[in-house]
C-alpha cells in the first residue's frame, strides 16, 4: 500500500482542475482547422454520405466531448471521496461510471473512421441506452410512453 498524504491529494486536485479548465474552454460545436472533424465535415460534401449530415457529425463528436466533460467531474468527484473515512464502494462505483463513458467516448472518437462511422457509433449508444431503459422500465412497471426517462426505442 502507497503511503499518500495531504499533499498528495493538493496535487492531484490542481491537476483534475487544470484539466477541467481546458475541457470546460473547448466550443463542442466549433471543429479545429485540419482536425478530423473538419475534415470529415469537409468530405460530406464531396462524397455524398446521404443521411450523414454536417450536424450529425457535429453532434457525434459534441457528444464525445460531453463524455470527456463528464470524466473529468467524476475525476473530481473521486478525489474528494478519497480523502474521506468511508466505505470504498462509493468510488467504486464512481469508477465503474467512468470507465463506461470513457470507453463509450474512446470507440467513438477512434482515428480515421470516418463520419459514416463515427455517426452510426453515436446512434448504436442510443440504442442500446433506450433499449437497457426500456427493460428497466418493464421491470419496474413503469411506463415511459411520455419520454419522461429518456429516448423511447421508437425514437
Same mark, same amino acid.
Given at each position: ?8 491529494? +493538493? ?9 477541467? +479548465? ?16 473538419s475534415r470529415e465535415i469537409k468530405a460530406l460534401t464531396s462524397d455524398g ?29 473521486? $478525489? +474528494? ?41 453515436? *446512434?448504436?449508444?442510443?440504442?442500446? $441506452? ?8 418493464? *421491470? ?16
Amino acid at each position: 500500500v502507497m503511503d499518500v498524504g495531504p499533499q498528495d491529494y +493538493e496535487r492531484l486536485l490542481r491537476a483534475i482542475g487544470e484539466v477541467a +479548465e481546458e475541457v470546460a474552454s473547448v466550443d463542442l460545436w466549433k471543429t479545429e482547422p485540419e482536425s478530423e472533424a473538419s475534415r470529415e465535415i469537409k468530405a460530406l460534401t464531396s462524397d455524398g454520405l446521404g443521411l450523414i449530415t454536417e450536424n450529425s457529425v457535429r453532434t457525434a463528436y459534441s457528444a464525445a466531448q460531453m463524455g470527456v466533460h463528464v470524466c473529468v467531474q467524476h475525476a473530481r468527484a473521486a $478525489s +474528494e471521496i478519497v480523502k474521506l473515512d468511508i466505505s470504498p464502494m462509493s468510488l467504486e462505483v464512481l469508477a465503474r461510471a467512468t470507465i463506461d463513458v470513457a470507453a463509450a467516448t474512446w470507440w467513438m472518437t477512434e482515428e480515421r473512421i470516418g463520419a459514416r462511422r463515427r455517426v452510426c457509433r453515436l *446512434q448504436l449508444l442510443r440504442i442500446n $441506452s433506450a433499449m437497457e431503459l426500456k427493460k428497466v422500465t418493464d *421491470q419496474s412497471g413503469v411506463t415511459n410512453d411520455d419520454g419522461k426517462y429518456g429516448e423511447s426505442e421508437a425514437e
